[in-house]
């Protein structure tokens, strides 16, 4: 079943019935100014730092799900309803939400009275902008009572959720004609205050949340919207609110329209004050000044459209299937923005508070995004380097507003150091900036300690040689990127955290999949010293890789597939000999990735014991069979219950590593197979099965053995994106940046006749058709460039204007 569909040409998603089978959320923002809205307008802003710089209240794990939010009232008469749906949850007798590119708009209508309302954060703004059209569609006049609504957050959203002996005393707030002001804790350390503000008149207002709402009622029915009267109450403690009440006339076919503003400004602490006591206004006031009409909302929202364009017409893709078009052109890249801004913070399944930037995640998270802001790209990948330690290892996140490592979590993930190797050439490959090499970053934070981002790669790939155990394989610490294999956690006790916890320390537990990703970050590594002309680091690398690869053949191959791991007892993790957990896919993914032993046959093995063992119809499950018990010398993985997340859950962020596996052997309808199988645009139908958003990837689906096979989770914030878009771009439509040149090599189910791509690449664009007339998977016959012949299959770099590019498969 359906909850809606995507228009294309208005790059939107349009949800046509609130009651969707969990919250479908948008996220406004692109730098520094976020909010999440559902399409109920449930979510909260945030300055930077979800956790540190809330300015409004929304609770997790509600009941219903999703109350809480930036809500307005309409009361026409006895009929009290929100343009929103909740929280009133009146019947609406229409309702779109249109979730677009950085803004959510939503049209709905009750009793010939209808409104528009558009949500985004302008650009380079400090605040959500809501734009709200009411019209009469009646033939009489109607007397409406709006009441606006924004309950306010003490900024620390932990602090927020549990110092009540505290905070219920600490709230402040100002009013000044039609802007309401947010001041908690600004007369002592903050230089920060927020407010609420509306373009027009107003006829009262409250500020506590009691007085609105009323001691015994919901969000559903405050007591003032019931009154039809604001108590133009002020908060003193206990819960600042925000709340506008406007009586508004319309006459029959009459349109009226509201600018409110949600904003956040910053004073030095010599301008705190007007006088004491009042807050200095000035900035307030400049930001409102910027929206008070509707011209210049919607002249903002023109600039944020035209900025969301530009940066998509970098990769456009056009094929015979729709929705992979939506998928490539227009989602997939937009959720590859937002995991960059998020990383895994805020989400409607990471509460903002528990999780900094992974050091693993963030580094991936570029190879989606680098394409389209490189100068970001840049930035974060020396915010990342800095928090690494000198042997290599690394703090496991950091927190961004600080830009510090997180001491709480500390490191040993012995994957970490690898993936900096992947941003890095990722990075240098889509845009030839090789000076990013020479750039002087910290270790461990510390200027005292820096030393070139390139002496970072090679700390990094050192790091896993330093650390190899019995049988030459990468030791690997507290978990790999499977952050739930913990193999020296031993872990009894329940408040413990299976990632902090090492109630081991041996050297014996050993990573098959570290191995893997070892090989193909090693070649990578090689290669880049080799274009930097650092001959003998390369082939000094070059001895450590093949001995790898001669470990991975003797002592990790199991007969039909990879293993997974050696225990700290030694013994085999992901073996035909165990009862449990057999076969893992990180492994196969990353060994076939690195084609060890594609000669003697084994990738082709292992990636068929993979469509044997792990395929399902919605997607590869990460590990078979499902693990029925806890294994204490496992960790995480044995305590869910079988089906669900890293225990045979359809991890859908390492299904891309099978996949490229799967087209490095050159099995193209193979790849496909598997990719069309997580990709949400294909799974629009079965919404009311998969549950989460139609338009971006979730991080899990439940897998075979679980209660419900197909069901998603933990929508929006996960690798899944850019190894999508990775895959997809590079290595099945085959159009990969290189050092050289854009390097074609797709890989394609074999009833694909053509499909054309838009590449933006170093200055040119180049528009590239590939035509597939004898139907194969892979296998390039020609290529013409501006109508000349090319030698070999790498376009050349050619820094300006628009060039054509024919490629024949044969
Ligand atoms: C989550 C984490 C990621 C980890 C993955 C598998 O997505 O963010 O770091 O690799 O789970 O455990
Ligand atoms: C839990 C999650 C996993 C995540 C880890 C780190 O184990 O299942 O996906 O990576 O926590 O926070």
């Not at 389209?372 to 990948?381: G, S």
């Not at 090693?522 to 274009?531: A, P, S, T």
């Not at 690195?594 to 068929?608: F, Q, V």
């Not at 390097?743 to 838009?758: A, L």
Request: proline share 3%.
């Amino acid at each position: 079943m359906k909850y809606g569909f995507f228009d294309d040409a208005n790059k939107e998603y349009v949800i046509t019935s609130p009651k969707t089978p969990f919250p479908w959320i948008n996220y406004l923002g692109n730098k520094d100014f976020f909010g999440l809205i559902s399409n109920t307008a449930g979510g909260y802003t945030f300055y930077k730092d979800a956790k540190f710089r809330r300015l409004t209240r929304y609770r997790y794990n509600n009941v219903p799900v999703d109350m809480g939010g930036r809500y307005y009232y309409l009361k026409d008469e006895d009929c009290t309803w929100n343009p929103t749906f909740k929280p009133c949850q009146t019947e609406l007798d229409s309702y779109e939400c249109r979730h677009g590119l950085s803004y959510s708009r939503f049209l709905s209508s009750k009793n010939g009275l209808s409104s528009n309302l558009l949500c985004f954060i302008p650009l380079d703004y400090m605040g959500e902008v809501h734009l709200l059209k009411l019209k009469n569609e009646s033939n009489q006049t109607k007397k409406v009572k709006l009441f606006s609504f924004a309950e306010w957050c003490l900024w620390n959203a932990e602090d927020d959720m549990t110092n009540f002996q505290r905070n219920l005393s600490t709230g402040e707030v100002e009013v000044e004609g039609s802007a309401l002001y947010h001041k908690t804790e600004y007369k002592e350390r903050r230089n920060h205050y927020a407010f609420f503000s509306v373009n027009t008149k107003i006829n009262g207002f409250d500020t506590d949340r009691e007085s609105f709402i009323g001691m015994h009622n919901g969000f559903d029915k405050p007591q003032a919207v019931e009154n039809g009267k604001a108590t133009d109450s002020i908060a003193h403690g206990w819960s600042p609110i925000a709340s506008h009440y406007i009586e508004v006339e319309l006459k029959a076919g009459e349109e009226k329209e509201f600018v409110f503003v949600l904003g956040y400004v910053e004073n030095k602490d010599e301008e705190k004050w007007a006088s004491k006591g009042i807050i200095n206004k000035t900035k307030a006031k400049a930001m409102m000044a910027q929206f008070d009409t509707t011209q210049k909302v919607e002249a903002a929202f023109a600039n944020l459209q035209n900025y969301w364009s530009n940066l998509l017409d970098k990769f456009q893709l056009d094929s015979q299937e729709s929705e992979l078009n939506r998928m490539v052109s227009i989602w997939n890249q937009y959720q590859c923005m937002v995991t960059f801004n998020m990383s895994r913070s805020a989400s409607f399944f990471e509460s903002g508070i528990g999780r900094g930037m992974g050091f693993r995640d963030s580094n991936q998270d570029i190879i989606g995004f680098v394409h389209q802001i490189p100068e970001q790209a840049r930035e974060r990948i020396l915010d990342i380097a800095a928090t690494q330690f000198e042997d290599g290892g690394c703090y496991h996140q950091y927190q961004p507003l600080t830009k510090m490592g997180n001491h709480a979590l500390g490191g040993d993930f012995n994957d970490d150091p690898l993936w900096l190797i992947l941003s890095v050439s990722s990075y240098i490959k889509e845009t030839g900036d090789f000076a990013i090499l020479d750039e002087m970053v910290p270790f461990d934070n510390d200027e005292s300690k820096a030393q070139s981002l390139f002496t970072h790669l090679k700390v990094s790939f050192s790091h896993v040689i330093n650390n190899l155990g019995p049988h030459q394989l990468p030791l690997i610490g507290r978990a790999d990127w499977n952050d739930c294999l913990n193999l020296n956690c031993f872990s009894t006790n329940p408040n413990e955290s299976f990632q902090t916890t090492g109630n081991k320390k041996g050297r014996t537990a050993e990573s098959i999949m570290i191995a893997g990703l070892f090989v193909v970050y090693g070649k990578e590594f090689i290669k880049l010293c080799k274009q930097i002309g650092k001959r003998e680091e390369a082939q000094e690398a070059s001895l450590h890789v093949k001995a790898m690869e001669k470990s991975v053949k003797e002592h990790a191959w199991d007969g039909e597939w990879f293993l997974r791991a050696y225990d700290y007892y030694g013994k085999k993790v992901g073996s035909n000999e165990n009862k449990e957990g057999k076969i893992f896919i990180e492994s196969q993914g990353w060994c076939t990735m690195a084609e060890i032993g594609k000669e003697e046959g084994l990738m082709k093995k292992s990636l068929d014991s993979v469509k044997e063992r792990l395929d399902t119809p919605y997607g590869i499950v990460l590990n078979n069979p499902a693990f029925t018990e806890y294994k204490i010398e496992y960790g995480e993985i044995s305590t869910y219950p079988a089906g669900y997340k890293e225990n045979a859950g359809i991890f859908c962020h390492n299904n891309p590593w099978v996949i490229i596996g799967e087209t490095l052997l050159g099995r193209g309808d193979q790849a496909w197979d598997y990719f069309r199988k997580i990709c949400p645009s294909y799974l629009e139908e079965i919404s009311d099965l998969h549950k989460v958003e139609p338009y971006v990837y979730c991080q899990m689906v439940a897998g075979k053995d679980a209660f419900k096979p197909g069901e998603g989770k933990n929508s929006w914030l996960t690798g899944t994106a850019s190894w999508n878009f990775y895959t997809i771009s590079q290595y099945i439509l085959g159009i990969q940046p290189d050092y050289d040149g854009l390097k074609i090599d797709p890989c394609i189910p074999s009833d694909w006749k053509e499909y054309s791509v838009r590449r933006q690449f170093r200055g040119a664009m180049y528009e590239i058709k590939v035509l597939n007339p004898s139907g194969i998977n892979k296998g390039i016959k020609s290529i013409e460039l501006d109508g000349k012949a090319l030698n070999g299959n790498i376009l050349p770099i050619l820094t300006s204007g628009t060039h054509q590019v024919k490629v024949i498969l044969g």
